[in-house]
């Protein structure tokens, strides 16, 4: 079971610092751009420690890495960053809105036990890149504090096993990005307790943040391995994590759309694809076209929307041979794996039709992506694209089937919506 703590974050004062100008998205979805914006909006904005700016001139004593250690002491220093007193668990609410629609998400901030993925405590659902894992590495080094929190969801093992109420003390309520940030305190015994046990009686899933996850891991094993001692409860055995219920209301994951230039594209596409699907054309009348196809596509578990595998035209793709398909699937993926929308398009349509296999993949460019449907439509429109396949987010249940099963999603199989912000809560080890 989860060893789930509550802990003492290091965050900012809003006298000294507004926190929705503090506040940035997580590491691995900013662009340069966006860096340079965020370190515009503010001198405190978090930026600077968890993605800071490389210089021509950086050295082994003076880089991004070491920057963010000084800013980091500086900002702690001066008041700006303060630690809470006493341990607690911190209650996250974001309120956004999607297509029209408004969401709450609810997410708890706590400290949990890093485990091997092989103990099933902790279960991940996709692998992760090495070099993304050494810049988290030199960062942590650097730093010595966890910057950015590991977003993961739990779900109890007795579904009538349910959260008890957690009512905390308000620390930040604020606007930032066209989103509302509510973060509130439970530092009552009895209410952490109730939290504890409850998250101990669930299974635990990273959603966002594998790449954080293993750093972790490592750098734990460094400090072990260097300590003349080692208890087994120093702060290194802990990653911060931002938990969600698996069935929070607010839990909104999108599709991510793919973008074709592929090394071939044959002429009779349509017909090798009635092999395993049904095919309808359906209109491609502009916008309200897309976005017809789209809902079309993503009604049934079992359908793909695809633009421009004839001019102008959309046609609707719906799996009638599975079994087929997943003869073309790697044997020792598990029954969920092959199951997954992005798995039988893979295997069934892009490594078959267009010469797009798992080299090519890793390789890229012959694939991107985007989760704007019109978007993936101008592209091919405007001929930065080939064709596109319009797909439906990946549900839940099926990321915690594949991590149940030990297996690991194909890349750019989900996309949790929006990320949990950096720069809410941070938890120096020191």
């Known amino acids: 079971m989860a060893d789930v703590r509550p802990f003492r974050a290091l965050r900012y004062d809003a006298a000294l610092a507004d926190p929705a100008l503090t506040i940035a998205p997580p590491y691995d979805v900013i662009s340069a751009d966006q860096q340079a914006a965020l370190y515009a909006r ?6 600077r420690i968890e993605y800071g700016e490389g210089h021509l001139g950086d050295t082994d004593g003076d880089n991004r890495y070491t920057r963010a250690a000084g800013d ?8 700006v960053l303060t630690r809470d007193r006493e341990p607690a668990v911190c209650v996250y609410r974001q309120t956004f809105v999607w297509e029209g629609r408004q969401y709450t998400r609810t997410a708890y901030f706590a400290a949990v036990r890093l485990e091997a993925w092989d103990t099933g405590i902790v279960k991940p659902h996709e692998h992760t890149l090495s070099g993304a894992k050494a810049d988290r590495l030199e ?13 993961s969801l739990f779900r109890a093992r007795d579904r009538h096993d349910r959260m008890p109420e957690m009512a905390g003390s308000p620390l930040f309520d604020f606007e930032a990005d066209g989103q509302h940030h509510m973060l509130t305190a439970l530092t009552d015994a009895s209410t952490v307790a109730a939290f504890v046990e409850h998250i101990a009686a669930c299974d635990v899933y990273i959603a966002d943040g594998h790449h954080r996850y293993e750093t972790a891991l490592t750098y734990r094993d460094e400090c072990s391995a260097r300590a003349r001692s080692w208890s ?9 994590m931002a938990l969600t219920d698996h069935a929070d ?22 017909s090798r694809l009635a092999q395993h699907f049904r095919i309808e054309e359906v209109t491609a009348d502009g916008v309200p076209g897309v976005a017809a196809a789209l809902q079309a ?4 578990d079992t359908r793909f929307g695809t633009i421009g595998l004839t001019p102008g035209a959309i046609h609707l793709l719906e799996l009638t041979d599975r079994a087929g398909i997943e003869t073309l699937m790697p044997a020792d993926q598990p029954t969920a794996w092959k199951r997954l929308d992005v798995s039988v398009l893979q295997y069934g349509v892009l490594a078959p039709l267009f010469g797009i296999d798992d080299a090519a993949l890793h390789a890229g460019g012959a694939v991107a992506y985007t989760q704007d449907a019109v978007a993936a439509a101008d592209a091919v429109a405007e001929g930065h694209s080939q064709v596109a396949f319009l797909l439906r987010a990946t549900p839940v249940d099926q990321v915690l089937a594949v991590a149940d099963a030990q297996g690991r999603m194909p890349q750019k199989s989900t996309y949790f919506y929006p990320k949990i912000p950096t720069g809410l809560v941070l938890d120096p080890f020191d």
């Not at 839990?251 to 973008?259: A, G, S």
């Open 249 to 270: 209301p607010g839990l909104l994951v999108l599709p991510t759309h793919r973008l074709l230039t592929p090394p071939q594209f044959p002429q009779d596409a349509l």
């Open 42 to 47: 503010s001198d405190h904005n978090i930026v």
């Open 72 to 79: 980091l002491r500086a900002w702690t220093a001066a008041g």
């Open 297 to 300: 596509a993503t009604a049934s």
């Open 139 to 151: 960062l942590l080094r650097a730093t010595r504090a966890q910057i950015s929190p590991v977003y």
């Open 232 to 240: 087994g409860d120093e702060p290194e055995n802990f990653v911060v």
